[in-house]
């Protein structure tokens, strides 16, 4: 049976800026690599970045479900081999997310960094905001945030701003004076706050911000009406508040006559493995989503 599951929706997006060169950048984000995952999943991400030329690929956060996957080893091994498949193929950019820094034991989730399994990708090419945060090259910068478990997990359950305000604050040298002849891309798993004023003052020199986490709201893509009347927002965010801003889609901020654009990855998995196995049924109802960003197209919007 052909579910939505295995359907992929490649949502596109056009940017112009003249100083900048051409470019191609997919997003796929929230694979949530698990037990129960299925890997077919897998090889339809490489046939859909195939499907038109890419320069990078961003992986905003969640790779893996909790760190408990990496304790099988042929699971691993399988997880390796393709990543290190995408890596030969592409420049590769992984943020980590809540899920990737926690390992789950019957409901609760323990601070896990699995710096082993980090080094092999570092080895494979892959660059993470773990180990080097900062990139350039002759095309673009990226800077990627990993925030620490008590982001998420600090604050009775909700995301803690003031655990993002303090960590942008000790690496804001690394934000300003950044090459305005390159296209700009600040990579960070969570976009609850990444909207706040205070929040955007030390992100005020990019040009994308990169995202996912919020699972497009738990909004099934092909409800156009309902994704028309709440844009943004979201049906429920992951941690169960309903109608979440900065849910999916795109949004345009302005700070000082500078145009920011936020992308919010609709991601890979909707219904991760850790939630009960009935509500995990659900996931047949969405499909997957990856992003592509066409540098120098006529305008930064939906195109699909």
């Known amino acids: ?14 940017f112009i800026n003249s100083s900048f060169p051409s470019l191609d950048v997919k997003v796929v984000s929230d694979i949530h690599y698990s037990p129960s995952f299925d890997y077919s999943k897998l090889t ?3 046939d859909t970045l195939k499907s038109t030329p890419t320069d990078y ?7 893996l479900d909790s760190t408990n996957v990496l304790s099988n080893y042929e699971l691993k091994i399988k997880l390796l081999d393709w990543l290190n498949f995408l890596a030969s193929q592409y420049k590769t950019f992984l943020t980590l997310g809540s899920h990737d820094i926690a390992y789950r034991l019957n409901n609760n989730w323990d601070l896990d960094y699995p710096i082993s399994f980090l080094e092999d990708l570092k080895d494979m090419g892959i660059t993470l905001g773990h180990f080097e945060p900062y990139y350039e090259d002759d095309n673009l910068i990226v800077y990627q945030l990993d925030l620490p478990l008590s982001y998420y997990y600090s604050n009775n359950g909700d ?10 604050e000790t690496i804001k040298n690394d934000l300003i004076n950044l090459n305005k002849d390159k296209l700009k891309i600040f990579m960070c798993h969570s976009p609850l706050f990444l909207t706040n004023e205070k929040v955007l003052e030390y992100l005020k020199e990019f040009d994308l911000i990169i995202s996912g986490h919020m699972h497009n709201g738990m909004i099934c893509p092909f409800i156009p009406a309902l994704n028309h009347i709440l844009g943004n927002y979201g049906l429920i965010s992951p941690n169960k508040k309903l109608f979440p801003d900065n849910a999916k ?56």
């Not at 995301?159 to 942008?168: A, P, Q």
């Not at 654009?261 to 493995?273: A, P």
Request: hydrophobic share 40%; net charge positive.
């Open 1 to 14: 049976m052909n579910l939505l599951d295995k359907k992929m929706i490649l949502e596109n997006y056009k």
């Open 249 to 304: 889609g795109i949004k345009e901020l302005n700070i000082n006559n500078h145009k920011i654009y936020l992308i919010v990855s609709g991601g890979i998995t909707k219904i991760q493995d850790c939630a009960p196995k009935i509500l995990r049924w659900g996931n047949r109802a969405f499909a997957m989503q990856m992003d592509e960003i066409l540098v120098n197209g006529p305008n930064l919007k939906r195109s699909r």
């Open 44 to 46: 339809t991400i490489l």
């Open 159 to 168: 995301e803690n701003i003031n655990v993002l305000i303090t960590t942008l």
């Open 57 to 63: 690929v961003c992986i905003p956060g969640d790779l």
